[in-house]
């Protein structure tokens, strides 16, 4: 296919592969980022559009609905169009032109394809470099960190009198991943290797993943940016690689404000608040626009989020004033060398996630990344709760350096590893708190997630780990929790026929595992947060000094008998037998497949994790959990070793042949080579673009 090229520079070309991924080799970086944006077009251009038309602000504007409208207030209540242009001014203007490029290359594919996009979201073109800047800003800010829902959450809290949790166990549907770093004394080759895992969301939201390969001067990048990102968030080139997990980073507070004839109260004294007001357009049912108007307030700390009933709230986020995260994420795409790494780390404008490293070079390196404000008074826990707003010793203005985070290099264990819990146990021994400030992160004494533990025992297993090996442990579908329970469970239960089907179970969730179903309703029954969570069950109590070799056994064997009949009486009478296949309740679906799952929940254990939260009838779909899934082995005297999935396919646009095909892979554990030369690529053509 030729295609007009009035921005890309001559010689620059898309090779398509089978998958749906493409390979974008440009004779300038200008051009890559064209070839990028006219890339994600193809892919995802609904998705794209819609995301960047709830980035501006008018979602409601342009499709009307009361959930359009909700968001529209959240992005002007924290002023997301004002800081967009403001970050946008602040770019370095090279990179700057970066953006406006990949803004270009949306544009173009939109006007030589107008009837590949749907009519609903057209009217948000054309976009500019604006969008491409406002949309991660909005996303990221306001998205993973200040959300509605965290806000939400942190006030209800506070209303109801009760502790703030400190979120040290995540929510199995809440943003986070797995990653690990092999080093040469622990790699069977001598190599270091790299695992990439997040875990978010399968739907068509702004947590979804393409991966791409871009090819310019001085730049070979496997990568996953999320739709609508000019750059990857995870990725690897020919030398060097990163992954991260959602860290326990408390980059958002919120002050509880005094109020007194229209000011509040700081430091002894009455201030007054900044005040803004918006107008809102509305699309009416007819298709008229209506328009409602924001009045917003402003103090010190932020913007005032919540105000009813005598209660208010001001929000307080980490990075606004650290406008260059694009180009952060783009200059680690391109670091050749651990030095070169750090100085992009050291830019600190990615505002959280761990930053888990390894290179060609046999250098691994984990940092609990991101902006941990630097703040005067208390612990995590107090500021994972509503704080004073009327005190300067609560404001912070500050972040710890980089040289300040917690962090580990060339480990002796040979090994870093991360499944979103605290950092202490990024590698063995622990990681020493107490040469950091309280307030960090969680004080990892806590009971980790079992997913962690599942993690820990896998990593440490055995003297070295071979290239498959690293593969396999990736795919492994063992459940950690039946390991540490079901041996008191199966004597508290005796005779029954519930313990002779778990008597039975391999422990795996495969999809012909038989038991798997049974015992994970017994866990969400007896183990759910609801009736006490899971601590105070364990016989065994939790040793943060011994993580593998604490928190087993049931304190009252008694009482998860009574749960497991509970819980096989509702087997029996959803499936009809207690033996019922694990694939045949949890299921994978993307496009028109649907497939028997395997995998499941990381607070069972389960290192391929899968929140099976979507029910239709008595059967479970994939929402959210593994997304890309990259393992390499680099090497400086051989060919990188690269393999990748996206399970939920490369592509959302409807009409794709990418929406699906990838999920079988998924099914059957397997991963997709990585090609990186021309030659195997072309062999693996599915279509050709030139500009």
């Known amino acids: 296919m030729l295609a007009m090229r009035p921005h890309a520079a001559e010689n620059t070309e898309i090779l398509w592969d089978r998958y749906g991924v493409p390979h974008i080799y440009a004779a300038d970086r200008e051009s890559m980022f064209y070839a990028h944006g006219w890339s994600q077009m193809r892919n995802h251009a609904d998705l794209l559009l819609r995301l960047y038309g709830e980035s501006r602000g008018r979602a409601a504007e342009y499709w009307g609905g009361d959930a359009n409208l909700q968001l529209d207030r959240w992005v002007h209540l924290n002023g997301v169009p004002d800081r967009a242009r403001s970050w946008y001014d602040a770019q370095d203007p090279r990179f700057r032109k970066y953006l406006d490029e990949f803004a270009r290359g949306i544009n173009d594919f939109a006007a030589r394809n107008p009837a590949a996009i749907s009519p609903d979201y057209r009217v948000v073109l054309p976009v500019t470099g604006l969008d491409v800047i406002q949309h991660p800003l909005r996303v990221v800010h306001f998205g993973y960190m200040g959300s509605r829902a965290r806000m939400t959450n942190e006030v209800n809290t506070l209303l109801k009198g009760q502790r703030a949790s400190g979120a040290e166990e995540p929510d ?282 599942r993690s820990l025992r896998m990593i440490t297993e055995g003297p070295k780990i071979t290239y498959q090996q690293l593969v396999a442990k990736k795919h492994s579908t063992r459940m950690e929790l039946a390991d540490k329970v079901l041996p008191d469970l199966l004597k508290a239960a005796a005779g029954t026929e519930a313990a002779q089907v778990l008597a039975r179970w391999d422990r795996l969730t495969e999809a012909d595992s038989r038991g798997a179903v049974l015992f994970q309703m017994f866990v969400d029954r007896y183990f759910s947060a609801a009736n006490g969570g899971m601590a105070s069950k364990l016989r065994v109590p939790y040793d943060p000094v011994r993580p593998l070799d604490s928190a087993y056994g049931l304190a009252d064997p008694a009482s998860a008998a009574a749960a497991l009949s509970a819980a096989a009486d509702d087997c029996r009478a959803q499936y009809g037998a207690l033996d019922v296949k694990w694939g045949d309740v949890f299921r994978f679906a993307s496009g028109t497949a649907d497939l028997p799952g395997n995998g499941g929940p990381g607070g069972s254990g389960l290192f391929r994790t899968i929140a099976f939260a979507r029910r239709e009838g008595n059967k479970y779909y994939a929402a959210s959990g593994e997304t890309i899934v990259c393992a390499i082995e680099f090497a400086r005297k051989a060919t990188q070793r690269a393999e990748c999935l996206l399970g939920y396919g490369n592509a959302t646009q409807s009409g794709s042949p990418h929406l699906e095909d990838q999920l079988p892979l998924m099914a059957q554990k397997k991963l997709l080579p990585v090609r990186r030369e021309k030659k195997e690529i072309e062999a693996n053509l599915e279509m050709r673009e030139r500009f």
């Open 172 to 453: 199995e549907l809440a943003a986070g991943s797995n990653t690990w770093a092999i080093g040469p004394a622990r790699s069977a080759s001598g190599n270091a290797m790299l695992i990439i895992n997040p875990h978010l969301s399968w739907g068509n939201t702004f947590y979804r993943y393409m991966q791409v390969h871009l090819v310019g001067p001085d730049y070979d990048q496997v990568g996953a940016p999320q739709v609508g990102f000019p750059v990857a968030v995870v990725g690897f080139n020919r030398h060097t690689g990163w992954g991260r997990t959602v860290n326990t980073i408390d980059t958002v507070d919120f002050y509880r404000l005094t109020v007194e004839d229209g000011q509040y109260v700081f430091d002894g004294a009455l201030r007054p608040f900044e005040r803004e007001t918006h107008t809102i357009k509305v699309r009416q049912a007819d298709g008229t626009l209506g328009e409602e108007r924001l009045d917003t307030r402003r103090s010190v700390h932020g913007p005032v989020v919540y105000d009813e009933n005598g209660t208010t709230i001001a929000m307080r986020v980490a990075g606004l004033d650290r406008p260059k995260m694009l180009e952060q994420w783009f200059r680690m795409g391109e670091a050749r060398t651990l030095e070169e790494f750090q100085a992009a780390l050291r830019m600190m404008s990615v505002p959280m996630w761990h930053a888990n490293y390894a290179d060609d070079r046999g250098h691994i390196m984990f940092v609990f990344d991101g902006l941990v404000p630097r703040r005067r008074v208390r612990d995590f826990q107090y500021w994972a709760g509503v704080v004073p707003g009327d005190t300067s010793e609560t404001l912070w203005t500050d972040y710890l350096s980089f040289d300040e985070l917690p962090k580990s290099i060339d480990p002796a264990s040979g090994w870093h590893q991360n499944a979103n819990e605290p950092p202490w146990l990024m590698t063995l021994p622990q990681v020493d708190r107490s040469k950091y400030p309280a307030y960090v992160a969680p004080t990892g004494q806590a009971l980790p997630q079992m997913r962690t533990l």
